[in-house]
Each structure stands twice: as C-alpha cells, then as structure tokens.
C-alpha cells in the first residue's frame, strides 16, 4: 500500500547511478474498477520529459525512498498528444473534484492510495480527508497513513471539469449513469456547472434527459448551453414539453428561435402551445404531454392505443390520468378517469360510460400559486386546465403544484443564499 | 371550485365557470412575437431585452446595492479618518483606487463566469495544496482582521445609543450565529441592509457642508504625495479597505453562485462597473463630508465614533449619533454574519471538506467549527478594555492592504490561463492595469512597512 504523495516524493535511480526525481504516473481509467498505474515520467536536468512503462521498475519496497530502473536516459520522449490523452494520476486527478456515488458527494482528492500488486501499483481509493492535507503538507511526516476519509475508487467517477473532454470519448469509469437521475441531477447542482455539464455529457439520451428536468432551473440552463448541439437537440426532444417551454423561455431569443425551428414538429407543437402562457399562470406551470382519448373508444381500444403511443420515444410523461374528449380536433374535454380504472373496466364499454365526468377544472390565466394550491387540495395527481370552449389545454400536475408550494414554503429557510 | 353535475344534454365542461382571473394576467409578460417556422407567433416569457430606464435599472440594480453595503465599520473609519486628518489631499487616491478595484472585480467576476467556480478552489487546482494553503492563510487572516473589526464597530456604534459593548457584542455575536446556522440569515438582512442605508446621508451631509468645490477639483485630481508616516499608512489603508481580499473572493462566488454561464458575461460587466463607481462615489462623499466638517474644524484625530458622527450633522444635527449609530451597527451585522461564514466556506472548498449551511455540525465540523471561532474570537477579541477603537480599524484595513497583492497575483496568473478562460481569457490592457495595480500596491506597502519598521527604531524615513 502506498500514497501518491509518498510515491511522488521517491528519486529514480538506474543503474550507472543517475538520479531523476519522478514526475507523474499515467493509469489506464478504462481497465477495470482499480486502473493500473501504466507509465512513469521524469526529467532529467536540461532533458525533455521522458517516460518508461511500468514495467521497467525493478525494484520497489513500499518503505523505500528509491525507485530502481535501468536506464534514465533510456526511456521514450513524451509525446505531446500522448500528453494531452493520458490520465496522470498528479496532474489530473490529485486535487481534483471526484464524485462518490455511494455517497452522492462530491469530494477533492487531497491524495490517492495505490496498492500493490504483482510488482504493480493500481489506484484503490481517494483519500478526501483533513489528514491527506496534513500529510502532503509535512512531507509525510504527520498522518502518514490514511485511516478515514477513504473513498473506494470502484464507486467513484473521476470529472475533468470540461465537457469537451467526455465528448471526445476519453476514459471514464462510466459508473454514474446507474444512479437514479434525480440523485444525478441532485450532484449536478452541488458542481460547479462545467463538471455538471460534462456528468449529463456522460450519460446515455434517456437518463441525460431525466436528469435535465430535474436540476434546478439555472443550473439547467448552463448545462444545456454547454451541451453539444446534437446532443441538445436529442435531449430536447425527450425532455417534458413543459420543462422544454421554461428553459426555451429563458434563453436568449434568438437561441429560443434556433431551438424552436431545430426541434420535431410534434414536441415543437406542445412547447409553442405552452409558451404562449405568461409563466406565472396555470396555463404556465401546466404540461401537455398526457394521455388525450376520444369518449367514443371502446375501453378495448382505448389500452391498445395507449399502448401503442406509449411505445413512441417521444410520447411520455403524465399517464396517471386519462383525459376523455369529444374528438381528437375540438378537444373538448368530457371527463377524466385514471389509468387504474381504465385498466380495470371491461374491454366492450365506451369510455364516456366508465369515464368520471365529475370534473374539477383549472383556468389557464389563474395565478400559478392559486393552481398549484387547488391540485393539491384536491389530492389528485393533476387537474386538467381548460379554455374558455371547453377545451383541454394540459394538466397542472402535483409535482409541479409541489415544485411551486416548497419553493414558497422553503424560501424562508434559505441561509445566505451563497452558503447554502 | 368548480364542481358540475352532469344534466342530461349539458355539456358539463363547457359551462365550467371561469375563475376570477386576475386583473394582470393578460395585461402582463404582452409577449414577443417571433417568427418561427414561417409563422409569426406570440410567446411569453422569452426574454426580451429591456429598453430604456428599466434596462440600466436591471443591470445596474445588483451592483448598486452590492456597492452601497460594501462599505462597513472599517470602511468608514478609514474614509473618515482620511477626511478628518488631511481633509481633500486624499481624494485622487480614491479616484485611482476606484478605476484598480472596478477592474479588479471584474476579473473576479469573468473568472467566476467563466469557470464556475470559486477562487480558492482554482488555485488549489492550478497551483497545488501548498499555495493553496497559502491563499487560505491570507483570506483567513484578512478577514479575521475585519470580523474583529466588525464587532468593534458594532461595539462603538451601540455606544452611542448609551448601551455598553460588553453588552452588545455577545448578544450581537450570538444573534448572528442563531440566524445564520438556524437559516434565516436572509429574511434579517433587508433590516440590515436598511439601517446601513442611513450612510447614503453622506451625500446629503457632504452637500449640505458647503464644500469649497474647487478645493475639491484640486484634492480629486491634484495628486499631492507626502511620504510621511501617518499619510503613508493611511493610505494602505484605503487601499485595503476599498479592494479587499474578501471581496474579490466573495464577488466571485457571487457570480458562481447567481448561476452566470460564460456564454452571456456581458452584461455583468457594466454590472460591476457601475457597482464600483457607486462605491467611489460613496467614500468620495464620506471623505468629503468629514473634511468639510471635521477636519476644517480642527479635529483632525478621530477617536471614537461619536467623533465620526459629527460629519452627518449637517443632515441630522443631534440626531447625528443616532443616525450614524445605526448604519454602523446595521452594515457591521451584515459583515458579521457574511465574513466568518464566507471565510469557512472558502477554506472548506480549498481542503475539499464538506460545507454548507444546510449540513449538521456533524457532518461538516470544520465548517462549523470555523464559523464560530471566528466569531467567538473575533467578538471576544474586540470587547479587550482601552482599544483605540477608531486606530484599530484602520489598522485592519492596512493589515487587509497588505495582504491584498498575493491574492491578486494568484487572480492575475488564473485569469491569463487560456485552458480555465476560453474566450475570456484577459486582454493586453487589463493585464496593463491589473499588474500596474499590484505592482503599485506593492511598493507602497513595502514602502509603508520599511517606514513603521525603521519608526520602531527611532530612525525618521524618510
């Protein structure tokens, strides 16, 4: 077992007695839960950086202060693009932002344990504690070895702070993609906003998308404008058109514009239908991505067209609540029943017979907080919002009722908005 | 609620009784209208730019206040000590101080812009736990200076009110630590900020004592150097209070923390900019204010804030203690309160530990820890019997001073860092300035510290 602070502080010596203190370790981030170390660089005096595979290291004890190799000047020049590709353990990784994601935290590497294995050293943890900073800051002398504050490297996820970096398809342990996004989006929020935007780059369309919705509202906005163009316009399509109408509606115009004419007709549709709602009004929390069935259906027919939408990538969200019309033009709304019910009906009845035509409605210039208050007074999972005819516009659902409600109920509780 | 009883033949939608709307929604957000896909349609929220009046207040609105408030109990001190003891002569320093700190600040803001995050957390990443170190020690000794100051002040300033320091302190020290871990920092500050408010009388006080304008033309742009000690110091003290460490740390966490992304810095400068001129303005008015009163009445040695007041009664007349005790205790607890806590912070994010207002004692110790030695010291540390209170300020503004370039070289260095900056990487003439700032600072703190050392050994220097 050995610290990288320990390690870095070792002399290179060969064999006709040349000495070189060493300069980085190179590990391979894509071999498997505990990258091992791959390359040694040093400088020799007046010499360009040269580097050897590990392998050339004849002998290492773990309390000796010298590393052994055969020949200084015989290792390979560095290469500057090998420079650019390589994660080197000092320069990359020590001191930087890593994230545990079994702890969902984000700590700094103040060091970095390496075991021993085979004559090989392979990267084990990330020591995040007061300690490490003591021990690098005595020479080794105090806290020599780290007893807590140990992060296992096999749940950790190592960011570079630039998306760039995760478009070019460097290495990556690739782990985060397996946490919720919501916890994702939650770590999101806590980086600063280059490292967050590079976590989104990271992951695959559908969870990039969830995780989108649920990060706060800036710091969404300055992910998504860090985005690739091609990856924006992906996630633009998969994310809920009432998300895509609030963070379009805080874009530049122009940019607005850009993304409005960039995205497919049928959420192009939805969000222009959403965006004519001033934002504080129910018309403007409301989402219209939802289950809409003509009241002539057969129950029967109904679940197979459900079905069938619900296998569309970009047809999604609120299926909690299904919303019976007239017809599929007018959209006048004749009642609501959940998807429970629909469920449970029999297949040869009409929809307007086993429909709830009993309906609670939202109008959509009511304030946003009167609405959000009636949604969730009702206790239902949304209310449907209706203009002056009678037709469905969308649904206030209780998660964005919510939204709204904490936000006004945790305002208070806000310390130095700074610090918190 | 509306809640309709289908009747047979009755749409039981379409008569669904429209709630009262409320009188401004339609009126309001009257939308843009865009063209897009060949239609025109009319959209909400998109952000338009405002025109006119209201778009300087929305981006001179921060800035201003940010301005207004960063003057606290040192500030005035050294302000007003600058105004008593030389009268106009200070004035052009200001005025130079003014252009160094607006460009100083706004490289904080474009490095917080542009990388998203704080200072300290660049410099251990760039230059490694050492200077990072190093930085911490600095930020943590500069502010530690200025929380003492701050419970001095509050001291001084409800001294005025007849209540005794011994008193106030502990229960202003106390109040600040209740409000800020049980986090309900925010709803009190608006009082605070209100109550500092009353220094915006300083223009009104400097109006209203007929300053001789052209004395004033003179002070402000008629550099007057004299190297003698008292001048000297003082004036490392006016630079350290008007740029101090703390706030080019705190400015860029600001700009972190408001969620600016680097594609839209713009605006932000002219934001900083206008915040600084303000701020100039503000001491400006004070040094004025205090040398049309103070020191044309002969008393050019403030020690203590009774004798600080009097420059505001022109406005307030008697009343003058009272109006500046409140200011003083209104801008010190606001300090109080931002500094230990911002100063914790910055070392928790150096060190990688965890921070935040909303974790437990036992989750972030050090965090918590910090924020209350430093509030604890620094309020017990202030209520020593005999401290000359007015001197004392001063002195942790000078002490602020001279810490104040090592942050600006880390600053300078990060800022001209092409891999952190992209686009906003520094131009050839705020690099002209902002090293010229450094470099002047530097030499007149050397230049102040050989001075009071040489003064120790009875030896005159100049």
Known sequence: ?420 | MTRNTPVEGIDPVAEVEMPNLPGRARAIHPGLVMRVRGRFVRLRGLRRQPAGVLRWLAVLGPGLVAGAVSNDAGSIATYSQAGAKFGYDMLWIIVLITVSLAVVQEMSARLGAATGRGLLDLIRERFGIGWALLAVLVVMVANFGLVLGEFVGIGAGMELFGVSKYLAVPVAAGLVWYLVTGGNYNRVERIFMLMAATFLTYPVAALLSHPHLPDIARGAFVPTVRLDPAYMALLVGLIGTTISPYQQVFQQSAVVERGSARHHYGPERWDTYAGMVFSGLVSVFIIIATAATLHLSGKTDLNSAADAAKALQPVAGNAAGFLFGTGLVGASLMAAAILPISTAFSVAEAFGLPKGIGLSLRRAPVFFGLFTLLLVLGAGLSLIPGIPVFQFLVWVQMLNGVLLPVILVFMLLLINDRRLMGELINTRLYNVLGWATCVLIVVSVAFVLLQQTLGLMGVRFP
């Open chain 1, 1 to 420: 077992m050995a610290m990288l602070s320990d390690l870095l502080r070792r002399k290179l010596i060969d064999e006709r007695g040349r000495e070189a203190r060493l300069g980085d370790l190179a590990v391979d981030l894509s071999a498997g839960d505990y990258p091992p170390v791959t390359y040694l660089t040093w400088r020799l005096p007046g010499k360009t950086q040269l580097r050897a595979p590990w392998g050339a290291v004849r002998g290492v004890r773990s309390g000796g202060r010298v590393l052994r190799l055969d020949d200084l000047e015989g290792g390979e020049p560095v290469q500057e693009d090998w420079l650019a590709q390589a994660v080197l353990l000092k320069r990359d990784i020590l001191d930087a932002l890593v994230l545990d994601l079994r702890d969902r935290t984000a700590l700094r590497a103040n060091d970095l344990w390496l075991e021993e294995d085979d004559g090989g050293f392979s990267l084990c943890a990330v020591d995040a504690s007061l300690g490490a900073v003591a021990r690098r800051l005595s020479g080794g002398r105090i806290a020599r070895n780290a007893r807590r504050g140990l992060h296992d490297w096999k749940y950790t996820e190592f960011l570079r702070g630039d998306p760039q970096a995760a478009r070019a398809g460097r290495d990556y342990h690739g782990l985060i993609g397996r946490l919720p996004a919501g916890e994702i989006a939650n770590l999101a929020d806590a980086l600063p906003y280059l490292h967050a935007a590079e976590l989104v780059t990271l992951l695959p369309d559908t969870k990039a998308a969830d995780t989108l919705e649920s990060m706060m509202a800036e710091r969404q906005l300055q992910v998504f404008e860090e985005l690739a163009p091609e990856q924006a316009r992906r996630l633009l399509t998969l994310m809920r058109s009432d998300i895509v109408a609030d963070l379009l509606g805080r874009l530049e115009p122009e940019r607005a514009r850009y993304w409005l004419e960039h995205m497919p007709r049928a959420q192009y549709d939805r969000v222009l239908r959403l965006l004519r709602y001033p934002e504080d009004t129910a018309g403007g929390i409301m989402t219209n991505d939802m289950v809409v069935l003509r009241e002539d259906l057969t129950v029967g027919e109904a679940l197979a067209l459900l079905r069938e939408q619900l296998k569309r990538p970009d047809f999604i969200n609120f299926i909690q609540m299904v919303f019976v019309v007239d017809d599929e033009a007018g959209r006048r709304l004749r009642g609501v029943m959940s998807l429970r019910d629909l469920l449970v009906a029999d297949d040869g009845r009409k929809l307007a017979e086993v429909m709830d035509p009993y309906i609670v409605t939202l109008a959509p210039l009511e304030t946003a907080s009167s609405a959000a208050r009636r949604v969730i007074d009702n206790e239902l999972t949304g209310l449907p919002v209706v203009g002056p005819e009678g037709k469905l516009l969308g649904v206030v659902t209780v998660d964005s009722a919510l939204v709204l409600a904490t936000a006004a109920g945790w305002g208070g509780r806000e310390a130095p908005r700074l610090f918190s």
